[in-house]
C-alpha cells in the first residue's frame, strides 16, 4: 500500500494550496481517506476525512468553512483545498485510509501517506 502526498509548500497568510494523495495497493473505494496535521511539538490532530463515495465530510472546527476535501475514486486520489491558509495551519499533512464511517481519531485509520509539509507564513 502507498499514499503519495503532494502539493505542499510555503505560502503567505491568506494564501491557498491544493494538496493531493494518490493511493496504490488498494481498493480505493473501498476506503475513506482522512486528512490530519502535526505541527512541530505537537500531537497529529484530526483534519478531515471523506466517505467512501465522497458524498459525506467530516471536518474539525479550525478548518470548516476554509478547506475542502473531494476525491476521484477512477484516479484513486484525494483532494484538500485549503484557502485563507493562517500560520497555525503550518504543519506536515497526512493523509491515511479507514474502513469506518467518517472516524476522527486518529487510532481509527489504517494506512499513513509520509506527509507533505505546509508552511504558512504571516
Known amino acids: 500500500v502507498q499514499l503519495q502526498a503532494s502539493g505542499g509548500g510555503l505560502v503567505q497568510a491568506g494564501g491557498s494550496l491544493r494538496l493531493s494523495c494518490a493511493a496504490s495497493?488498494?481498493?480505493?473505494?473501498?476506503?475513506?481517506m482522512g486528512w490530519f496535521r502535526q505541527a512541530p511539538g505537537k500531537e497529529r490532530e484530526f483534519v478531515v476525512v471523506?466517505?467512501?463515495?465522497?458524498?459525506?465530510?467530516y471536518y474539525a472546527d479550525s478548518v470548516k468553512a476554509r478547506f475542502t476535501i473531494s476525491r476521484d475514486n477512477a484516479k484513486n486520489t484525494v483532494y484538500l483545498q485549503t484557502k485563507s491558509l493562517k500560520p497555525e495551519d503550518t504543519a506536515v499533512y497526512y493523509c491515511?485510509?479507514?474502513?469506518?464511517?467518517?472516524?476522527?481519531?486518529?487510532?481509527?485509520?489504517?494506512?499513513w501517506g509520509q506527509g507533505t509539509q505546509v508552511t504558512v507564513s504571516s
Open positions: 471523506i466517505s467512501r463515495s465522497g458524498g459525506s465530510a
Open positions: 495497493g488498494i481498493t480505493f473505494s473501498s476506503y475513506a
Open positions: 491515511a485510509t479507514s474502513q469506518l464511517w467518517l472516524p476522527p481519531k486518529r487510532s481509527e485509520y489504517d494506512y
